[in-house]
T-cell receptor
Framework: KQEVTQIPAALSVPEGENLVLNCSFT??????LQWFRQDPGKGLTSLLL?????REQTSGRLNASLDKSSGRSTLYIAASQPGDSATYLC?????????????FGTGTRLKVLA | GAVVSQHPSRVICKSGTSVKIECRSL??????MFWYRQFPKQSLMLMAT?????????EQGVEKDKFLINHASLTLSTLTVTSAHPEDSSFYIC???????????FGDGTRLSIL
């Protein structure tokens, strides 16, 4: 059974810092992995989608990497801003069950201080 | 980018009422739609998956007679919470995608409060 863990659970940093959020998963047979952000009381906003054949994806100040063999993904945020404050969720799409659905991590609550 | 619209954003109603939540994909065809439930400070729990024109597939422990899902078109899915009770109070979020290779997009959620 796929399990997805995110470390740290919470993070508070001063504005301008570069930071790394971690996501680990137990079953390396994944189809893809997607990173999301969730603002309080809102739905999820898609940030980056990495297919299983890819190593990384970049969008603006965000870079996500994927190492399937070790069961890890990282989300790198450059030059953090207060507007980046949110909960970040990684979701892994497993293939072992034969269905294509996401298993979500526990999330990292990020606070960027002005 | 792709937009998923979820309505209503908040519902407050009495116990025993049935509540319908709509989820629409505005600028893409949603082959598959998902319904999630989220408890405070917890991650998302998948309730069911639906493909257009087919019956929904419910996750273990989710009552299909309690949570009725209809995915009648490629742009619309509805979740009806039948005879809602206070324990059904939660944040419900829908999601949609085109093909399995495409990103999954989420609505803004519905805060359901049953008195």
């Amino acid at each position: 059974k796929q399990e997805v863990t995110q470390i740290p659970a919470a993070l508070s940093v001063p504005e301008g810092e570069n930071l790394v959020l971690n996501c680990s998963f137990t079953d390396s047979a994944i189809y893809n992995l997607q990173w999301f952000r969730q603002d309080p009381g809102k739905g999820l906003t898609s940030l980056l989608l990495i297919q299983s054949s890819q190593r990384e994806q970049t969008s603006g100040r965000l870079n996500a990497s994927l190492d399937k063999s070790s069961g890890r993904s990282t989300l790198y945020i450059a030059a953090s801003q207060p507007g980046d404050s949110a909960t970040y969720l990684c979701a892994v799409m497993s293939t072992t069950s034969g269905t294509y659905k996401y298993i979500f991590g526990t999330g990292t609550r990020l606070k960027v201080l002005a | 980018g792709a937009v998923v619209s979820q309505h209503p954003s908040r519902v407050i109603c009495k116990s025993g009422t049935s509540v319908k939540i709509e989820c629409r994909s505005l600028d893409f065809q949603a082959t598959t739609m998902f319904w999630y439930r989220q408890f405070p400070k917890q991650s998302l729990m998948l309730m069911a998956t639906s493909n257009e024109g087919s019956k929904a597939t419910y996750e273990q422990g989710v009552e299909k007679d309690k949570f009725l899902i209809n995915h009648a078109s490629l742009t619309l899915s509805t979740l009806t919470v039948t005879s809602a009770h206070p324990e059904d109070s939660s944040f419900y979020i829908c999601s949609a995608r085109g093909t399995v290779d495409q990103p999954q997009h989420f609505g803004d959620g519905t805060r359901l409060s049953i008195l």
